[in-house]
């Protein structure tokens, strides 16, 4: 193992079980193993579904419409 990945473990075991097993999850995903990094709820699912569908139909924002989005945030 080298210094660095030693080094974030020995960061990691401070963090919550919940964030040590995300760290784990991704580790592993890199590593090759199979399992899923992101589980998403049935509605998130739908809406990616209809997000690609959007996409292959090309419905994408005009760049008017990201404007007024942007100039929402904004500071001024």
Sequence with gaps: MTKLLERAMERAQGLSPD??????????AYAGE???VL????EEEADLLEARAEMERGDFA????????????RAS
């Design 19 to 28: 964030l040590q097993d995300e760290i784990a999850r991704l580790v592993l």
């Design 34 to 36: 199979d399992d899923d």
């Design 39 to 42: 589980t998403l709820t049935p």
């Design 62 to 73: 005009s760049d008017d419409e990201v404007s007024a989005v942007f100039s929402k945030y």
